[in-house]
């Protein structure tokens, strides 16, 4: 009898997640300006405030997400990515204004409180989403040959998919819906996304058991 | 009749493209990039402009005379002083956006004694205005360079109030979103007393006068729209109050007219063109901090 292996996700099921990830940290990214106006402005420093907590929250997710990929890396605690970015993007919908306020009264200068507000909104959740991609990376590679292969099409994914979160958002979900109707379907997004890795592997996986079992039996 | 306002609008710019090609043409004087837009400074004759973004071909600008530094060159400025109709004394005045400073300039010498503040958030525009348009900052009238939304929160926070507030951001190639929503206007009826009037300098084409419309009336209730053919622009006139009868409006104005007769302000003419009529369509979404993206519906 064979042990069963860590995960049995097919490669595009890994690149269709990392595109979801990818799609959802530039949806909330291109929103983050739309929920620190009223507070901070629509000045040029509110974006850079924002650009830099998810530039920063990336690189920390990478780093984290890289070296957690060395443990037996599963399925399972890639599904706990996606859950865990989905649950700690909540306080952007439930509680912005509560984290806001305070800032906003106790910090004059905007270029600061727009950096502080963003840092508590958004780089937990941006840095878990950035510990996807790496983790994506070692759940596709089977040798060492491929490995810059397998790095060059999640880097394509799931870059792709933030394009996507950037225009759809700016050109057309504002338009269509309000912003935490958006950001709830990026949170929904990242549920389902958590579900078909779970799903999936399990089909998969009862695949390949079924499959070495009768190999064992011919054999 | 928006059509036709559209169609003026573009004739208008076509004398402008036409004048401008004439061998008398704009000399530039000043050209800068700011963080937030190309500035263009020119002049013709006595006349000279301050141009936003000249080279997408935005015809936004505000001129004035060198030679009559208080006389308002363009309607929509002027338009701005009807305002004074439901305050004719404004003591504490709030100026959004500067532009070249023509609005402040003329209240600060119509109204010497009333506090101005002016909040302007490109501080290049400032300075320009300090250089090239003779604006300067008097012990009564100052200039912060801020966003205008937090500077009103914050002045409500600490429970100051202006009676008389104008809001002129919205001249640009983009549209602050965030000043145009519920939450804003809630945030600017915070800092006004029942003698406060605000008037707001915005659109009157495109699908975003709908929708502004809509926001305007779900918060401050019936208020006056004040158009006229020779602009694009709208002005929105609102008060905590509701609004005057008309003829008092025009007492108003035959004791004011005279006093605004140096910056070029017919007064007594605008009293009728102000109107309460409900001309947009009522059933468009209202602007809020959740959904207001101004500049998508301005672009169609």
């Given amino acids: 009898m064979t042990k069963p292996k860590p995960h049995a996700l097919p490669r595009f099921v890994i690149a269709a997640m990392a595109f979801v990830s990818g799609t959802s940290i530039m949806t909330i990214e291109m929103l983050g300006a739309r929920i620190l106006s009223p507070y901070f402005g629509g000045s040029l420093s509110v974006w850079g405030s924002i650009i830099t907590v998810f530039m920063v929250a990336l690189s920390v997710g990478y780093l984290v997400g890289g070296r957690l990929s060395t443990r037996t890396p599963n399925a399972a605690t890639y599904a706990t990515f996606f859950i865990a970015a989905a649950v700690c993007s909540l306080p952007i919908i439930l509680l912005a204004d509560a984290i806001m306020e305070p800032i906003f009264l106790a910090i004059m200068d905007p270029r600061y409180g727009s950096l502080i507000a963003s840092v508590l909104l958004f780089f937990i959740p941006t840095a878990i989403l950035g510990m996807i991609s790496p983790y994506s990376v070692r759940l596709m590679v089977q040798s060492f040959e491929h490995s810059g292969h397998m790095a060059g099409l999640l880097f394509f994914v799931s870059t792709l998919g933030s394009a996507v979160g950037t225009l759809g958002t700016s050109f057309y979900f504002v338009l269509w819906w309000e912003v935490n109707e958006i950001l709830w379907g990026a949170v929904v997004a990242l549920l389902m996304a958590a579900c078909s890795i779970l799903v999936i592997n399990h089909l998969a996986q009862g695949q390949t058991l079924k499959q070495s079992t009768r190999y064992e039996k011919n054999a | ?300």
């Fill in chain 2, 1 to 300: 009749m928006k059509k036709m306002l559209e169609r003026s609008n573009k004739l208008a710019l076509l004398v402008v493209l036409l004048l401008a090609a004439m061998p008398l043409s704009a000399a530039t004087i000043h050209e800068e990039k700011s963080k937030y837009r190309d500035i263009t400074v020119t002049q013709v004759g006595d006349r000279r402009c301050l141009l936003f973004n000249v080279h997408r071909g935005d015809r936004n600008q505000t001129c004035m005379l060198v030679n009559d530094k208080l006389r308002l060159v363009f309607d929509y400025t002027r338009m701005s002083f009807a305002g004074l109709l439901l305050n004719a004394e404004p003591k504490r005045i709030l100026v959004i956006g500067l532009g070249g400073g023509s609005i402040p300039m003329a209240l600060s010498d119509r109204y010497p004694q009333a506090v101005i503040d002016v909040v302007e958030v490109d501080e290049a525009v400032v300075r320009v205005a300090k250089e090239f348009f003779y604006f300067q900052e008097t012990p009564n009238m100052q200039v912060f360079v801020d966003d205008g939304r937090p500077f009103i929160k914050r002045a409500g926070i600490r429970g100051q109030s202006y009676d008389f507030i104008v809001l002129d951001a919205f001249s640009g190639d983009y549209i602050p979103e965030h000043m145009l929503t519920r939450e804003f206007l809630e945030e600017v009826k915070l800092i006004m007393t029942p003698e406060s009037v605000l008037v707001a300098n915005t659109f009157s084409t495109s699908r975003l006068y709908d929708h502004e419309s809509v926001t305007y009336q779900h918060v401050f209730g019936e208020f006056y729209n004040f158009k006229l053919p020779s602009t694009g622009n709208r002005i929105i006139i609102a008060q905590l109050e509701p609004l005057p009868p008309r003829s008092e409006l025009m007492s108003v104005a035959r004791a004011l007219a005279d006093s605004l007769d140096k910056y070029g302000v017919p007064l007594l003419q605008y009293p009728r063109r102000l109107s309460t009529a409900v001309d947009w369509d009522g059933s468009r979404r209202l602007l809020t901090d959740q959904y207001s993206p101004g500049n998508l519906l301005q672009g169609n």
